[in-house]
């Protein structure tokens, strides 16, 4: 028996789990899905149990300052995540964006595809 993939849905609004949001998912839909909600979540998520097979990014994660701006978004945790794997030799788990901010959405895929470039 197959042991399902783990993908690592970051969001803190959309649940995974409804509609049709695990479309997608970079690894399919019959996957165990961990929903973490936060890039405090993300990084602990990552830190404790490794890399999931895949990853769903959202930018704005609800996390706002008093100046309206918000603290940690999907990008600070992509920036992070190619941290994590140049320090771990590890490649990016396949990932996709379901971000409703199209610049933000832009930013995070721009930067793992420079990342991904950088290293081949």
Request: proline share 4%.
């Amino acid at each position: 028996m197959m042991n399902k993939q783990t993908l690592l849905w970051l969001d803190d609004s959309r649940d995974p789990f409804e509609d049709d949001w695990l479309n997608f998912s970079p690894i399919g839909k019959d996957v165990i899905v961990k929903w973490v909600k936060s890039y405090n979540e993300f990084v602990d998520w990552i830190t404790f149990n490794g890399l999931p097979e895949g990853i769903c990014f959202d930018h704005d994660l609800g996390d706002v300052n008093e100046k309206n701006k918000f603290e940690k978004t999907g990008y600070d945790c992509a920036k992070w995540l190619v941290d994590y794997c140049e320090i771990n030799n590890k490649s990016i788990p396949p990932y996709s964006i379901q971000s409703a901010n199209t610049v933000g959405k832009e930013n995070i895929d721009k930067y793992f595809k420079n990342y991904i470039k950088f290293i081949s």
